[in-house]
């Protein structure tokens, strides 16, 4: 028996273009808006990651409570994933000294043991299954270690690997054209490749911030991280206002899983 049916709207949005662009802006100020309170401010990332985490557990326990979908506590709980996402990840690759590497690999573990935790809990990941408190649970639990996970990986690409902020956005661009073609081409797992994309696209926020944000010397524009993240901000409010934003179909477990 499906234990994520129910009579309750599906929480989570319709998937759609409007959806992935939000989601870039959002990932691109996850990233700004931490290195602003965390080098900026001269906080660090452990205090950036508590601030940001308080954010996190308020945002997600008031999406979760929510007895339907809202644009704006929805993106809002996105944002603050995005955000405890790049300080989480900062202080774990910088501060306790993993590595960039070491850091894309242990996140890499964790998302896929919750996604396996997941399917073996409720029969599917599919964000179409995402009715009940318990289902959100995991749904917000899978985006927090993949947005986290982003970071490290973007970090890892930029840095360790010679890509540079520019040549990291190219390549992770490369690999989401690939899922798309796969979506629109191939008859692969429509689950499987939202969650692809949806873990390449915080790279690529993240790897397009580092080019504003970073001194010219290192390839960015040295552009504040305090005014793109108002910025970015303002723009995302316009574009929840004018990309219209709906709850996505609610199925039963596997129903759009292959």
Sequence with gaps: MDKSVSGEQNKAPAITLGFWIIKILATTLGEVGGNAVTLGLGLGYLVGTAIFGGVLIVAVAAQIRAKRFHPFLYWAAITATTLAGTTLADFVDRSLGVGYLGGSLLLFTMVIATLGLWRRTFGSVSV??????????????????????GTALGDWMADDTGLG??????????ALGIVAALYLF???????LFWAAFILTRPLGATLA???DKPVANGGLAISDFSIAAALAVIIAISIFIIPQRAGERSSAGATSR
């Excluded at 902020?165 to 490369?174: D, F, K, M, P, T």
């Design 128 to 149: 179409d299954t995402v009715t009940t408190p318990e289902v959100e649970a995991f749904y917000w639990a899978t985006i927090m270690f993949s947005q986290t996970l």
């Design 165 to 174: 902020y520019n040549g990291g956005a190219l390549v992770i661009a490369v």
């Design 186 to 192: 191939a008859k692969t797992s429509r689950t499987a």
């Design 210 to 212: 580092n080019s504003l």
